[in-house]
């Protein structure tokens, strides 16, 4: 019996790496645009940036926890830097993307960002794509999907582990959502 061939869509490293790639771009759109072209950019990248990172700490995390060596003290370090950007990601979260100061608080929060996902890369991915099986991979791609089509929209500091992901994160969700479709109904009208 052969096995389907992993690809972007089934694979958790790829899945994630490709994903940081739409971070980085759209990092970019929201630098180079204005008006309502950023505001929608940006909102894009909170609800990516959101998802991405409560996965990452449902799923990704307690893997690399219990299957890598030293995997505490890399998924702590991980940690640390996911609640830092997401300090700073609520915080832009709030603003106007107009704001004198909003394009330099973008450029930390990228410069975070971008700094954690190399890391992750380089410490987490890499090794778990070496640690995990094709089938293993296949099925952590499947619950990274599974844990994003419910994550909340918006971030969430402090809610850096499964277990708070697991117990915040529905209502959290449930109140994210909600906002978002009357954010799009208050901008459509």
């Known amino acids: 019996m052969s096995t389907a ?3 972007v869509e089934n694979d958790i490293v790829d899945l994630l790496r490709a994903q940081h790639g739409q971070i980085r771009d759209l990092f970019d759109k929201v630098e180079h645009t204005t008006g309502k072209e950023r505001t929608e950019a940006f909102q894009s990248l909170v609800r990516l940036l959101a998802v991405h990172e409560t996965a990452e700490e449902e799923i990704v995390h307690p893997a690399a926890r219990k299957a890598l060596p030293g995997g505490d003290a890399i998924v702590a370090d991980r940690l640390r830097e996911e609640r830092a950007a997401k300090e700073l990601l609520a915080e832009l979260d709030g603003m106007d993307t107009a704001a004198p100061d909003f394009l330099e608080k973008l450029d930390r929060l990228r410069v975070e960002v971008l700094t954690h996902a190399r890391a992750e890369e380089r410490y987490e991915f890499d090794r778990l794509g070496d640690q995990f099986s094709e ?3 296949r099925g952590m ?9 419910s994550a909340p929209t918006h971030p969430h500091p ?3 582990t499964a277990t708070k992901n ?3 994160g529905p209502m ?3 109140v994210d959502r ?3 479709l009357i954010r ?3 901008d459509k009208g």
């Open 166 to 168: 697991m117990l915040v």
């Open 184 to 186: 799009d109904a208050r």
């Open 135 to 137: 089938s293993q991979r």
């Open 5 to 7: 061939p992993t690809t």
């Open 141 to 149: 791609a499947a619950a990274v999907k599974a844990a994003e089509a």
């Open 178 to 180: 909600v906002r978002d």
């Open 172 to 174: 959290a969700s449930v």
């Open 158 to 160: 402090g809610t850096e």
